[in-house]
């Protein structure tokens, strides 16, 4: 694996690998010594040009239980709001003997610019670009559905998401997570739908590999898990998408009352931050089929394997 | 492959699993306070193989579960750099831990001595075992560190450049030490290759 930009990137072998390599990284998590030697002498830059808190520290935490230097570096207080270019930024970095960046940018397509505009050798990872992608928000959000999906079935693991239903809720539109998600989960085998109001779905959903729906009430007895997407506010300028947000939460928020329409093993699941009382009730995201913050937990184990495979080896360059 | 040389067959096997198993026992006066470690993957096999022979020769050995585990040495391996990367094996220790235990690591061929230098570094972060020893099936020398096997199946002179082949039945579907020439050539009996091959390194704990 050169970098990580895209879901659509992994094929089914290659995104099991991924799961699998995550769920020995997982084990050794649990272990009073976590850290481990893998990756001395390897320096992972953090470039983060948007807020985010998780997905930061997820990877930084990844970084270092595998014994990477870790530079981070965020948008605020740096060259770049003197109006240095992401060229002159990755020129930067490679210069410091950077071996992989971890990039997290506003416009969609800044991880594949980085890694094909032959501006330098490093190795990228997408953490999030603009509303086009976010790979290892999908790949814990399906290692977490796969472990839970498992422990209840048993099975071969390589096949536990064959034909799992997984309905993915809310602002579609503005959310890399949910196309990330489509994409892996639909290599993966499992069956998604995506319930949102026609102004939350993107032009072209006609062509994603999943199903789509308006109706939350009619989808949720017929799942395996929920995902439900935050609606994302700050991506909505003057705001037209739907009349009010009580009227959003009536129709396609996950309260009580819907998560009883759910199956008994049904996953409730966050990528987070939560607007609770906005896209989901108190009750749904504490609930006991909560997987929220399980979620965040597995994120270090399947961002150790994404660092693990991307570096581990020869040298590619 | 037609050139490679068998050493030991499947009854061998079984005789020197058997003996090892004797071996631990005696050096260890009982089976208390033991664990078994294999290195993936022949080596999980091979210490579960032993455990069993260990169980049968004495009553007072705990169940096997109590006794066997595996230690996947890969992201302690100095080597990782110089290969594609690897799958990982897997880790699992017996109910108890390592902690004050005695540690038998048991692996297929012992060669370059690496493999068993990353078991260390990796058993030490899982915790302190009062002594750590070693069974391998096949020593075939040309150590690069100072490390020694405890309990060996079979000392096996080789050259460098040749090639040792465990098979198991659990894993290849039948028993058998395969030894072979460079690059699965018959016998050296022309010229031997002027370097070892690149690939004669990683035949221990081939995977």
Same mark, same amino acid.
């Given at each position: ?11 089914r072998?290659g ?20 850290k ?138 503005h ?64 705001g ?6 009580q ?71 | ?71 996947? /040495? ?10 594609? /990367? ?11 831990g ?10 297929? /061929? ?21 002594a ?6 096949v ?10 096997a ?6 096996l ?8 082949? /465990? ?5 290849d ?9 460079p ?25």
């Amino acid at each position: 694996m050169r970098h990580l930009l895209s879901a659509a990137d992994l094929s089914r072998e290659g995104a099991l690998e991924l799961l699998d390599v995550a769920e020995e990284m997982a084990a050794t998590q649990a272990r009073e010594i976590k850290k481990l030697p893998t990756l001395r002498g390897r320096t992972v830059v953090n470039l983060f040009f948007e807020d985010s808190t998780r997905t930061r520290i997820s990877f930084e935490a990844a970084a270092k239980r595998l014994s990477a230097d870790v530079i981070t570096f965020s948008a605020k207080g740096s060259s770049v709001s003197k109006g240095e270019s992401l060229k002159d930024t990755a020129l930067t970095l490679q210069a410091m003997g950077a071996d992989a960046v971890v990039l997290r940018h506003s416009a969609s397509g800044a991880a594949h610019r980085l890694a094909h505009a032959g501006w330098s050798g490093v190795g990228v990872l997408n953490a999030g670009d603009g509303t086009h992608e976010h790979p290892t928000q999908a790949l814990l959000d399906a290692f977490t559905l796969r472990r839970r999906l498992a422990e209840r079935a048993g099975g071969d693991p390589a096949r536990v998401l064959e034909g799992a239903r997984v309905a993915v809720v809310g602002d579609v539109l503005h959310s890399r997570v949910a196309r990330s998600n489509v994409l892996l989960l639909e290599t993966l085998g499992a069956d998604v739908v995506l319930v949102a109001p026609p102004t939350l779905l993107p032009v072209g959903v006609g062509t994603w590999p999943c199903r789509t729906s308006w109706d939350l009430d009619a989808v949720l007895p017929d799942v395996d898990a929920v995902m439900v997407l935050r609606v994302q506010r700050e991506r909505m300028g003057g705001g037209g998408f739907f009349p009010s947000a009580q009227e959003y939460t009536r129709r396609f928020g996950l309260d009580g009352r819907r998560l009883r329409l759910l199956p008994d093993h049904a996953l409730v699941m966050h990528p987070g931050p939560m607007n609770r009382g906005l896209e989901i009730s108190a009750e749904a995201a504490d609930s006991p089929r909560s997987t929220i913050v399980e979620q965040v937990a597995n994120g270090v184990a399947v961002r150790m394997a994404a660092l693990y495979l991307l570096l581990a080896g020869e040298d590619a360059a | 492959m037609a050139s490679a040389r068998p050493v030991l067959e499947a009854p061998e096997i079984g005789r020197v699993l058997t003996r090892i198993a004797h071996e631990v026992l005696e050096r260890n006066r009982g089976a208390d306070d033991l664990v078994l470690l294999g290195i993936p993957t022949r080596g999980t096999h091979l210490a579960r193989r032993v455990a069993e022979r260990l169980v049968a020769a004495e009553p007072g050995a705990g169940p096997l579960e109590q006794l066997v585990g595996s230690l996947d /040495v890969t992201m302690h391996r100095d080597d990782l750099r110089r290969n594609p /990367v690897r799958a990982l094996g897997r880790t699992s220790l017996p109910p108890g831990g390592v902690d004050d235990r005695v540690v038998v690591l048991v692996d297929d /061929v012992l060669f370059s001595g690496r493999t068993v230098r990353a078991a260390l570094d990796a058993l030490s972060d899982l915790g302190r075992p009062r002594a750590v020893r070693l069974a391998v099936l096949v020593d075939r020398g040309h150590r690069q560190l100072p490390i020694r096997a405890d309990h060996v199946g079979k000392n096996l002179p080789t050259a460098a450049e040749e090639s040792v082949r /465990v098979m198991l039945e659990e894993v290849d579907g039948r028993d058998a030490v395969l030894i072979s020439g460079p690059d699965g050539a018959p016998e050296p009996t022309t010229e031997p290759a002027a370097e070892p091959a690149p690939g004669a390194a990683d035949a221990e704990g081939a995977r």
